[in-house]
T-cell receptor, first 110, second 114 residues
Framework: AQRVTQPEKLLSVFKGAPVELKCNYS??????LFWYVQYSRQRLQLLLR??SRESIKGFTADLNKGETSFHLKKPFAQEEDSAMYYC????????????FGAGTRLAVHP | ETGVTQSPTHLIKTRGQQVTLRCSSQ?????VSWYQQALGQGPQFIFQ???????GRGNFPPRFSGLQFPNYSSELNVNALELDDSALYLC?????????????FGPGTRLLVL
């Protein structure tokens, strides 16, 4: 069965520290993975997708098929990065029907 | 460009009642997906509408139903409400010439069932 697991409910770091938000998945075939973010009092929005191999707001994520992981990383956290982060992958055959993980709250302290 | 809007923002119902939630898709988008987000959980896919037809459904009972209109706005109907239906309901639009693969989420409707 397709599943997304985010093992940490809360990740608390100080400004300037490196950040790694963990995401593991189970999927048959070649998955397409996403990270969504929700800042306080804002709506859920796409942060990045693995097929674009892009860096958004300093965040990157690499798909590791061997470890079935798609961890989100940033070398130097900023206070404005504080938010809920959700890892997601599409249902088989439905690229815009998503399965979300439970989310990780990132708290960046000054 | 108008973003995804949802109404109402908050709603309180009692067990056994019926509720209708509304979503207006972003301009140019022809696909609307609905998600349920319980407290402390990620969004769970309920179903999707594409050009007024249901186009996929998650693990939700038939008392969750929907509609999509010719202007691509959508409704989510829930009959015989249960306490566990208390959640944030999100809609997301995508597709069409303007949207492509990305989903754009609305602010959500928070439903409380007493």
């Amino acid at each position: 069965a397709q599943r997304v697991t985010q093992p940490e409910k809360l990740l608390s770091v100080f400004k300037g520290a490196p950040v790694e938000l963990k995401c593991n998945y189970s999927y048959s075939g070649s998955p397409e993975l996403f990270w969504y973010v929700q800042y306080s009092r804002q709506r859920l929005q796409l942060l990045l997708r693995h097929i674009s191999r892009e860096s958004i707001k300093g965040f990157t994520a690499d798909l590791n098929k061997g470890e079935t992981s798609f961890h989100l990383k940033k070398p130097f956290a900023q206070e404005e990065d504080s938010a809920m982060y959700y890892c997601a992958l599409p249902f088989s055959g439905g690229y815009n029907k998503l399965i979300f993980g439970a989310g990780t709250r990132l708290a960046v302290h000054p | 460009e108008t973003g995804v809007t949802q109404s109402p923002t908050h709603l309180i119902k009692t067990r056994g009642q019926q509720v209708t939630l509304r979503c207006s898709s972003q301009s140019g988008h022809n696909t609307v997906s609905w998600y349920q987000q319980a407290l402390g959980q990620g969004p769970q896919f309920i179903f999707q509408y594409y050009r007024e037809e249901e186009n996929g459904r998650g693990n939700f009972p038939p008392r969750f139903s929907g509609l999509q209109f010719p202007n691509y706005s959508s409704e989510l109907n829930v009959n015989a409400l249960e306490l566990d239906d208390s959640a944030l309901y999100l809609c997301a639009s995508s597709g069409g010439l303007a949207g492509g693969r990305d989903q754009y989420f609305g602010p959500g409707t928070r439903l409380l069932v007493l």
